[in-house]
């Protein structure tokens, strides 16, 4: 038995129309897939810059306000747009 070949996803789908998106179902789909992967792949990025951002927190002790600056404007800007 051989490999599955490697599943690409698309930047958008292509026949999609957001002024009628319901004259192709199909694409309207898709559409809706691609914009929920896109969600969840900003939860998980998120998700891992809190644990980093928990590490950092429990390794510097009383320096985290300086040593862990980068990591909490990271977490911020990451989640600004989720939700």
């Known amino acids: 038995m051989g490999r599955k070949s490697e599943v690409v996803f698309d930047e958008k789908p292509s026949d999609f129309d957001p002024a009628n998106p319901y004259k192709d179902p199909v694409a309207m789909l898709e559409m809706r897939k691609h ?49």
């Open 35 to 83: 914009i929920v992967r896109e969600k969840w792949i900003d939860i998980e990025t998120s998700k891992i810059i809190c644990d980093k951002l928990r590490w950092c927190y429990r390794i510097e002790g009383v320096n985290h306000l300086q040593k862990c600056r980068h990591l909490v404007q990271q977490y911020m800007d990451s989640t600004r747009g989720i939700g």
